[in-house]
């Protein structure tokens, strides 16, 4: 009974030392989608923000040279490839967090069993434990009983 309390009790060890491992990816796969998350928001901010000056510009009654018009083109071109590139991250960022929640989810439900069938050995020792206890009473009972007669 020792050596599978000791076997019970190493293995509930390890997988509580991987479910902590797990719970820190998690963690770290979350906090890497919440900053692409926030770079993008900054991206999008900045077209915004020069979306904004190019039509202060370009508004009714306002020369403009074709120069210019072409430098914000290609201004904008650049940051709509920037925000889809940043898209693409987050996508890859949220399935990563995925896996790591479903690898997390496994260990969790894995520990609950050892801890279940931790739990479950320890009443059948007890169990055990008791009814030695109450032979033992009962022998003593018996003994006492026949010396008294």
């Given at each position: ?7 019970l ?57 074709i ?44 520990l ?5 069938l ?32």
């Open positions: 009974m020792k050596k599978f309390k000791f076997q009790e190493t293995l509930l060890r390890v997988t509580k030392r991987k479910k902590d491992e797990a719970e820190l990816k998690f963690a770290e796969a979350s906090r890497y989608l919440e900053e692409c998350r926030a770079k993008l928001q900054v991206l999008l901010g900045e077209l915004a923000e020069v979306q904004a000056e190019f039509a202060e510009k370009t508004s009714e009654g306002k020369k403009v040279r120069g210019i018009i072409m430098n914000y083109n290609r201004f904008f071109n650049w940051k709509r490839e920037q925000i889809e590139q940043q898209q693409q991250v987050i996508m890859k960022a949220m399935q990563d967090k995925q896996q790591k929640l479903k690898a997390l989810m496994q260990i969790m439900t894995y609950k069993s050892i801890e279940q931790k739990e479950k050995r320890l009443r059948e020792y007890n169990a055990a434990v008791l009814f030695e206890e109450q032979k033992i009473l009962d022998e003593v009972g018996l003994q006492l009983h026949i010396r008294q007669k």
